[in-house]
Nanobody
Framework: QVELVESGGGLVQAGGSLRLSCAAS????????MGWYRQAPGKQRELVAT???????NYADSVKGRFTISRDNAKNTVHLQMNSLKPEDTAVYYC???????????????WGGGTLVTVSS
């Protein structure tokens, strides 16, 4: 069994910063890919940022230069540093991991339950 738990969400004023964290736990053999997505009210879930096990990153155009994704492979944790936050960044932020389980199949896809980020104007 694998679990992803996000933390660090909250209420912040426009221009402020937040740091989200996502910790993966359970019978994990290796994590290939971790990412952050978000879903605003009434909108579809969208990609925010992703990072591979080798450290290659990808960002949505809307967050480039403001958000930074990083990971700690030893702790199976991914972080999202969010600076210069805007009201349009308000959403539930979800963590995703693609990983292999000890003694199990490769390429399993897991999601966390989400953490709410609210940016006030």
């Amino acid at each position: 069994q694998v679990e992803l738990v996000e933390s660090g969400g909250g209420l912040v004023q426009a221009g402020g910063s937040l740091r989200l964290s996502c910790a993966a736990s359970g019978s994990i053999f290796s994590i290939y890919f971790m990412g952050w997505y978000r879903q605003a009210p009434g909108k579809q879930r969208e990609l925010v940022a992703t990072i591979t096990s080798g450290g290659s990153t990808n960002y949505a155009d809307s967050v480039k230069g403001r958000f930074t994704i990083s990971r700690d492979n030893a702790k199976n944790t991914v972080h999202l540093q969010m600076n210069s936050l805007k009201p349009e960044d308000t959403a539930v932020y979800y963590c995703e991991a693609i990983l292999s389980i000890v003694g199990g199949p490769d390429g399993m896809d897991y999601w966390g339950g989400g953490t709410l980020v609210t940016v006030s104007s």
